[in-house]
């Protein structure tokens, strides 16, 4: 059985474990060993992390518990430090889904893009840039990692731009790893969650960063619905659980990607909304409501209409992209 290692980042990210999980469930489908390296992050910014998981004990604990799921590597690649070796642990790597090459993080080089492997054991699979384009005193370091790949597929369309402008090589837009799997697959890993307070139908709010309460309010009102907050730190939870918040909610309120792409996955009603202040989301949102006709579920300032969609024609080219996305990881690892 041929060993693949996946490199992506490791984060209390409940997308970023939920594309991981996903990566290697289908890697497992295709007949490999899977692992996934360990991406460790600089010693301060460590340290913080460990202060950080003290003061959210309770979502912490969910992050374990999930991440019992995925199979892990000794190996390890940080800002400063590689394997010794790590060319000969795996038939072939992966890098990505998720942001793992977006420069501007802390913890982001070189390495991220396994400039030591040999360009025909490694791909990339649907990684993010997670920006339009990439600022000119990164560009260099860039270059020179994907310089290093023959074969190359990102999860954007500004993805391919930035590849093209910077390399000349072509690149493919492959789905993210979660998409792969059906409402039933995920169902399997789903937990409960205990909702006390809440024991009606429920909008579900999930936003990274800032959102209008007045719409949010408006909506509650005109449906008679409870809200819950998925970011609330009274709420903490982990993967499993936001899958079976978004399973169950009547509608979800959104600026997050992977929010958007698990009610896709179980077929509800959603409104996605542009960000607010943090992290751009704009271009993956983008590419995502195009591939699969999902434009009428982007916000529109003073429309709080309700968000059906019997997505028949999302599926059918949701089911299109899955086909081409495996013939992607077919072409250079089977």
């Known amino acids: 059985m041929k060993k693949i290692g996946i490199l992506t980042i490791n984060s209390?990210?409940?997308?970023?474990?939920?594309?991981?999980?996903?990566?290697?469930?289908?890697?497992?489908?295709?007949?490999?060993?899977?692992?996934?390296?360990?991406?460790?992050?600089?010693?301060s910014r460590s340290i913080k992390q460990v202060l950080r998981a003290k003061l959210l004990a309770d979502k912490y604990?969910?992050?374990?518990?999930?991440?019992?799921?995925?199979?892990?590597s000794r190996c390890i690649v940080s800002n400063k430090f590689v394997t010794d070796k790590l060319e000969d642990k795996y038939d072939y790597f992966i890098v990505g889904s998720d942001q793992i090459w977006n420069p501007t993080f802390s913890f982001s080089s070189a390495l991220d893009y396994l400039p030591m492997i040999d360009s025909s054991k490694k791909i990339s699979y649907a990684a993010s840039f997670g920006l339009s384009t990439i600022p000119d005193k990164f560009k260099d370091m860039v270059k020179a990692g994907l310089t290093s790949f023959e074969n190359l597929s990102v999860r954007e369309e500004s993805g391919v731009q930035i590849i093209k402008e910077l390399t000349g090589k072509d690149a493919d837009i492959t789905i993210d790893p979660t998409l792969f799997?059906?409402?039933?697959?995920?169902?399997?890993?789903?937990?409960?969650?205990?909702?006390?307070?809440?024991?009606?139908k429920y909008i579900l709010k999930y936003f990274l960063g800032r959102c209008d309460e007045n719409v949010i309010g408006q909506l509650a009102k005109e449906f008679d619905y409870d809200v819950i907050d998925a970011t609330c730190k009274e709420l903490p939870i982990g993967p499993?659980?936001?899958?079976?918040?978004?399973?169950?909610?009547e509608l979800i309120l959104t600026d997050s990607f992977h929010a958007s792409v698990f009610s896709l996955v179980f077929k509800k009603p959603f409104i996605i909304f542009d960000r607010l202040g943090g992290e751009n989301m704009t271009s993956r949102l983008d590419t995502f409501c195009k591939k699969f006709k999902l434009e009428i579920h982007r916000y529109q300032k003073g429309d709080t209409s309700f968000k059906l969609n019997n997505y028949e024609e999302s599926y059918a080219l949701l089911n299109e992209e899955k086909v081409f996305s495996y013939d992607f990881l077919k072409k250079y690892m089977l």
């Open 240 to 249: 499993a659980e936001f899958l079976y918040l978004i399973d169950n909610a």
């Open 61 to 72: 604990t969910k992050f374990y518990d999930f991440n019992k799921t995925i199979h892990w």
């Open 181 to 200: 799997l059906d409402c039933n697959e995920w169902r399997k890993i789903a937990q409960p969650v205990c909702l006390d307070s809440v024991n009606r």
């Open 12 to 43: 209390l990210n409940i997308g970023n474990r939920l594309q991981n999980y996903a990566m290697q469930t289908v890697l497992e489908k295709m007949g490999f060993y899977v692992e996934t390296i360990l991406r460790e992050k600089s010693m």
